[in-house]
């Protein structure tokens, strides 16, 4: 496997359910890019569980999603960052009504529903967007997946919406539909051929995401004060055309 030294990396989650290796159309795929936007290794498509649970610290974690994508992750690596394409956290109506703390009238619009959708999918919604919903869409495998990956090697919340280990990791959330035909992903993105498929195709936005998150992160449109942290955020680019 080949070396790297960048000091800085940037991953893109696109997760897929826990048991996604049964399910031909939607797995995990993983991509890394470095601080010159290059691929690192081969992007990768599959199932990480066993990745994730054999796992028992970030190190290990990071180590495993490089040798997925065949390569080694590098001594002294100044920081990697990690953008994941699924729901990491329930709305904060939603986790008082499963409590028994508490309910709230629902919105007739079910993109407005503060059961199904947080304060940043309703903020989407308004935009002209349709992310989908933990709660009705089928996806609670993956965001499962997703909140366990931060609870195990991530648990830190650093500010709403950005997780990290305490060290050089930090995991955000993304949205690839809302990003992808943006100028600022766009222009990244400049001659880069198709990776074979579309999960693939979203991580590779994600890990573009990720890098706007460290390097240039006033492209992307943060988090009012306004949001429970514990819901956290879908960062997008702050320019976000309709796909």
């Known amino acids: 496997m080949k070396q790297f030294a960048s000091p800085s990396f940037f991953i893109g989650w696109d997760v897929g359910g826990w048991n996604c290796d049964k399910n ?6 993983i991509v890394i890019i470095n601080d ?19 796992a028992t610290t970030t ?12 390569a080694e992750f590098p001594v002294g690596a100044e920081a990697v960052t990690m953008a994941i394409d ?12 499963i409590t028994r703390q508490g309910g709230v009238e629902p919105n007739e619009t079910s993109g407005l529903n503060r059961y199904l959708f ?12 349709r992310p989908l919903s933990a709660i009705k869409d089928m996806i609670g495998s993956q965001a499962t997946k997703g909140m366990h990956v931060l ?3 991530a648990p830190k919340i650093e500010s709403c919406g950005v997780w990290t280990d305490g060290h050089g990791f930090r995991a955000i959330e993304t949205y690839p539909t809302a990003c992808r035909n943006t100028p ?17 195709d979203d991580a590779r936005v994600c890990a573009v995401v990720a890098h706007l998150f460290s ?13 429970p942290s514990s819901e956290g955020w879908i960062w997008v680019t702050g320019r976000t055309p309709r796909a």
């Open 24 to 29: 031909g159309k939607s797995r995990d795929a």
């Open 184 to 200: 600022e992903v766009k222009n990244l993105l400049e001659g880069s051929k198709p990776l074979g498929h579309s999960d693939r």
């Open 59 to 70: 190190s290990d974690w990071l180590k495993a999603l490089f040798a997925k994508c065949k």
């Open 36 to 54: 010159t936007l290059a691929i690192v290794g081969q992007p990768w498509r599959g199932n990480l569980r066993e990745s994730i649970t054999t």
């Open 151 to 153: 609870a195990k090697f």
């Open 215 to 227: 390097t240039n992160r006033e492209t992307l449109e943060g988090p009012p004060a306004t949001v």
């Open 86 to 97: 699924t729901p990491l956290g329930f709305s904060d109506e939603f986790v008082a009504l």
């Open 118 to 129: 947080r304060h940043t999918e309703r903020h989407l919604f308004e935009r002209g967007f």
